[in-house]
């Protein structure tokens, strides 16, 4: 009898252990926290007028989205992108449909052609002097950083010493990834 009584127990601790236990739900739990997410863009002198007009986005499924808003303190622009962190391919397909070309902010080890899976990633116009770029920037990882893509149609990509730079459509500026950093690019208008 105490044989029978342990063997209906331990059947039924499997199956509740099969079972799951709270929602039903047994998929992990995926982060849903909105953040403050940076990109900055150092430019080659403090009389250089930048801004930065937002236009779409596309955010992995489920992940909360709060907008941009830009700030220009002496010699770095910055981007912030409220938004949650989470890859998906389906952002980095909509990265490269609305780029022609692109690189990213990857210490040391540079980057692959394309993102494989980004968080987020938005387009826009980025004003340079009074010259308006449509420009796609988009928010991927690698290891336990957040880095950060740049692209945009009509840009080329050049190889420099430093890795690969993104050139404007018009061949005016160059957005080149800066050494020992995930998250920021260097405006200039040479290499």
């Not at 955010?59 to 949650?84: C, L, M, N, R």
């Not at 050049?158 to 957005?175: E, R």
Request: net charge negative; with cysteine.
């Amino acid at each position: 009898m105490i044989r029978n009584v342990l063997s209906v127990l331990f059947a039924l601790i499997i199956a509740i252990s099969f079972a799951g236990c709270g929602d039903g739900d047994s998929s992990p739990k995926v982060d849903t926290t909105e953040h403050d997410n940076w990109v900055y863009m150092d430019v080659w002198e403090d009389s250089v007028q930048i801004s930065f007009a937002f236009s779409d986005h596309s955010i992995t499924s489920g992940q909360p989205w709060g907008g941009i808003s830009t700030s220009y303190p002496t010699g770095t622009f910055e981007i912030d992108a409220k938004a949650g962190r989470h890859g998906s391919s389906s952002v980095a397909s909509w990265f490269k449909s609305h780029a022609s070309a692109a690189t990213c902010a990857n210490w040391p080890s540079g980057c692959p052609d394309w993102p494989s899976n980004l968080n987020f990633a938005f387009t826009g116009n980025i004003t340079i002097n009074g010259k308006e770029y449509p420009i796609t920037i988009g928010q991927g990882s690698v290891g336990v950083h957040n880095n950060w893509w740049i692209g945009g149609p009509g840009w080329q990509l050049k190889s420099t010493v430093l890795g690969d730079a993104m050139i404007t459509p018009d061949g005016k500026y160059y957005f080149e990834p800066v050494d020992d950093t995930f998250d920021t690019f260097r405006i200039s208008t040479s290499y």
